[in-house]
């Protein structure tokens, strides 16, 4: 099975830009989850979707929004960019089960100047 | 507030010597509790979780309710250990919703 793809790996925007990120999930799985990571704050939790609806949402401004679609593929927006979104961006997909285990995909790197 | 604490940033081991990362928690219900690893230049990874009680790569890991403490552990480092842990827990309701601590780098010195 092909594992969790991200497009693109590499990213650089400047401050008040949009930008959209992708993940493509493993084939069958219909949960996808995102994540910031950063030296700072760490690995949080931005929000996941589950059968094209927002199962569950971390604590992250509007800025930050998702969808997914009915392939399971899934992209993250970031709109009006500021400099502290520059992380690394990882998505996670699972079956969706409660005891699932979430396989994380390789990252965007994300700068904004 | 649901948190995972990993007091240590960085812990350096011999190879052989045995291994203990340490990790806390708080949380207001029953969480389940996991231990992710990414070795250099690979993807995270789930290592194990409490609720399968296995051993991975010769670790492993109890909780403790009493103590909100889930350590990971090995008797004898090897080498191949060398990489950055991370405790995380989530919710039976909110099972892909993870929190992660902020990770303890291992290395082992040969």
């Known amino acids: 099975k092909a594992g969790v793809t991200q497009t693109p790996r590499y990213l650089i925007k400047t401050r008040g830009q949009q930008v959209t990120l992708s993940c493509s999930p493993i084939s069958g799985h219909r949960s996808v989850s995102w994540y910031q990571q950063t030296p700072g704050q760490g690995l949080q939790f931005l929000f996941e979707?589950?059968?094209?609806?927002?199962?569950n949402k971390g604590n992250f401004p509007g800025r930050f929004s998702g969808r997914q679609f009915s392939n399971s593929r899934s992209e993250m927006n970031v709109s009006t960019l500021e400099l502290g979104d520059s992380a690394l961006y990882l998505c996670a997909s699972s079956s969706g089960g409660k005891e699932d285990t979430q396989y994380f995909g390789p990252g965007t790197r994300l700068t904004v100047l | 507030a649901q948190r995972v604490t990993q007091p240590e940033k960085l812990l350096s081991v011999f190879k052989g010597a045995p291994v203990e990362l340490k990790c806390n928690y708080s949380y207001s219900g029953s969480p389940e509790l996991f231990w992710y690893v990414q070795y250099s230049r690979q993807r995270l990874q789930l290592l194990l979780r409490h609720i399968s009680r296995e051993s991975i790569k010769g670790f492993t890991a109890d909780l403790n309710k009493g103590e909100t403490s889930f350590h990971l552990k090995k008797p004898f480092a090897q080498e191949e250990d060398s990489a950055m842990y991370y405790c995380a827990l989530s919710s039976y309701s909110s099972a892909s919703k993870i929190i992660f601590g902020s990770g303890t780098r291992l290395s082992i010195r040969p």
């Open positions: 979707y589950f059968s094209e609806t927002q199962r």
